[in-house]
């Protein structure tokens, strides 16, 4: 977990210090699409066989990766990394809380709310269109949980997640050549950064994922996810030099402390 994790935000990191060269919505695409290169030339999947479950779950995956993609590589953009990380949070969070029938994941909701209310109300001083886009990140993080956990269960190797980051570069990659084609073009040294994101932020945390989802279930996965916006807004000063107020220090923390307590909980 923690491996995926810093991966993840290194390449985020990565990402939106080219947003000068070449916007977030070209290196979305680019990471999906080398991302789904790689690993095909790695995995080399044989279609036949593959049962109509396997392929509804490996589509749906697909269109979640480039739905979260677009919509958090956009809201870093315009947020911290260390905020949008604790955006994206809220999905996960949100779904091991739903899977849980005990009284003290209300506690951890409630804390969960702190941190979002912290975030979210005018003195935060962030742009509403960035707290949307990292809402839908997190919806989208919730739903990639539980599709990636499936896909992970109804494949015994790599080739439902090939599929499904073909599927998602498929989709993403076009919109991303019309959108912003002539500034790649323009700047072709982009392409060898958008390489680099694929393998730090799509390549190594998603094959991570379904590697730990094939062990632990949904819910404890989100917790565990609770460790997301410490270390992003670590690789944000330390790569970017971004500072966060205390503010926005206080709300990453009350989700981290909703995290870790679930996890004690849980162990207890």
Not at 52 to 78: C, D, E, K, P, T
Not at 166 to 194: D, H, I, M, N, Q
Not at 208 to 224: C, N, P, S
């Amino acid at each position: 977990m923690l491996a995926q994790i810093a991966s993840l935000q290194v390449g985020s990191a990565v990402a939106k210090d080219a947003y000068a060269a070449v916007g977030p919505t070209a290196l979305a695409g680019m990471r999906l699409c080398f991302a789904a290169v790689i690993l095909w030339l790695f995995v080399r999947p044989r279609l036949r066989g593959i049962t109509a479950a396997q392929w509804r779950s490996a589509v749906a995956l697909g269109l979640v990766l480039a739905a979260m993609n677009l919509a958090y590589f956009q809201a870093i953009s315009r947020l911290p990394i260390g905020v949008a990380a604790t955006l994206e949070l809220l999905g996960p969070l949100a779904l091991s809380i739903a899977l849980s029938r005990r009284i003290e994941h209300l506690v951890v909701a409630l804390l969960a709310l702190a941190g979002v209310l912290l975030l979210a109300t005018p003195g935060a001083s962030l742009p509403a269109a960035g707290l949307l886009l990292g809402g839908a990140a997190a919806v989208c993080r919730a739903g990639y949980v539980v599709l990636s956990g499936r896909v992970g269960r109804l494949f015994p190797d790599w080739t439902g997640l090939s599929l499904a980051l073909t599927v998602g570069a498929c989709v993403l990659t076009p919109l991303a050549a019309v959108t912003e084609g002539g500034r790649v073009a323009a700047r072709p040294s982009v392409l060898c950064t958008g390489l680099l994101v694929a393998l730090l932020s799509s390549l190594i945390p998603y094959a991570l994922d379904m590697t730990v989802l094939r062990r632990i279930d949904a819910r404890a996965f989100g917790v565990l996810l609770a460790l997301s916006p410490a270390v992003a807004a670590g690789v944000g000063f330390v790569l970017l030099g971004e500072e966060l107020t205390g503010r926005q220090l206080g709300a990453a923390a009350l989700i981290v402390a909703a995290g870790v307590w679930s996890v004690r909980r849980a162990a207890r």
